[in-house]
């Protein structure tokens, strides 16, 4: 058998490792737990690392919290730390999904000595389903429950099903600034998909549908995993 055949099917037969791109308000943050959950991988999503330890008030939080609480990046250094330290946890073992990293091609870099990626999954949705989702978009102030105004409803108006407390908009799901995060995320992500081009698989994957479930997707996602033979050894369970 061909060396590098032989190595790919014994690195496939240890671990799956996957980044997953896409703007916001496409679904990542679901697809991704979905995608974790199938391939018994880990989902590793820096955002919710960092709000986790700002809530803690841990001494990372504290050091991140200006960074996260403005929407800017946090130093490249500081996440790269936070990636390595999580990558190696035990229930990484069979691999990872990365959602929220690399943001910058210097991350990109860190990641390229710490594991091989396998492949990038890259989420294309239209802007105006994009800008339909986020603007009406409403979060419960108390337990985070997502809502929305036309494709998931609350039952009573305003109010969470599950808490029964206030939900409210964020400030940065009101139509003018989504247009921004949507160049803030352009910006970013281009140079990364350029940087992966001719290392690894990119898997580009259409929703063009707003009210198409999320199943459709995850199943769009696993055909083309499968068609490039990225998870042939952890289908049979
Ligand atoms: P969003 O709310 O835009 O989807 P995330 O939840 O992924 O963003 O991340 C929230 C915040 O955490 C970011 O605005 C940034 O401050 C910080 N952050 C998360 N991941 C990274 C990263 N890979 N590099 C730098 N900062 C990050
Ligand atoms: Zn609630």
């Given amino acids: 058998m061909d060396k590098i055949l032989r190595e790919r099917r014994e690195r496939k037969s240890l671990k799956t490792n996957l980044i997953i791109f896409g703007p916001p308000g496409a679904g990542k943050g679901t697809y991704t737990s979905r995608l974790a959950a199938i391939l018994k991988i880990a989902s590793i999503a820096t955002g919710d690392i960092f709000r986790n330890e700002i809530k803690r008030n841990t001494i990372l939080g504290k050091k991140v ?16 730390s936070v990636l390595e330290k999580r990558i190696k946890e035990p229930s990484s ?11 910058t091609v210097q991350q990109a870099k860190a990641l390229d000595t710490m594991a091989r990626i ?6 294309i949705v239209p802007e105006w389903i994009i800008i339909e989702r986020l603007s009406n978009r409403r979060i419960c102030s108390k337990c985070g429950a997502i809502y929305n105004l036309r494709h998931l409803k609350p039952r009573i108006e305003g109010v969470c099903d599950k808490c029964g407390c206030p939900l409210y908009q964020r400030e940065d799901d009101k139509p003018e600034v989504i247009k921004e995060r949507l160049k803030v995320y ?18 580009e ?18 055909g ?7 998870i042939k ?5």
Avoid: C, H
Wanted: hydrophobic residues 35%; aromatic residues 6%; proline residues 10%.
């Fill in 65 to 80: 919290a200006p960074w996260v609480s403005s929407g800017e990046l946090v130093p490249d250094d500081i996440v790269v």
């Fill in 205 to 222: 994957v259409e929703n063009k549908q707003i009210d198409a479930p999320p199943e459709i997707t995850v199943e769009k996602i696993m």
């Fill in 233 to 237: 050894s952890i289908e049979p369970q």
């Fill in 118 to 123: 396998d492949a990038v999954i890259r989420l």
């Fill in 224 to 230: 083309k995993l499968r068609k490039t033979n990225i």
């Fill in 93 to 103: 073992k069979k691999g990872f999904i990365l959602d929220g990293y690399p943001r």
């Fill in 186 to 203: 352009e910006r970013q992500t281009q140079p990364l998909i350029e940087y992966y081009r001719r290392k690894i698989p990119i898997l």
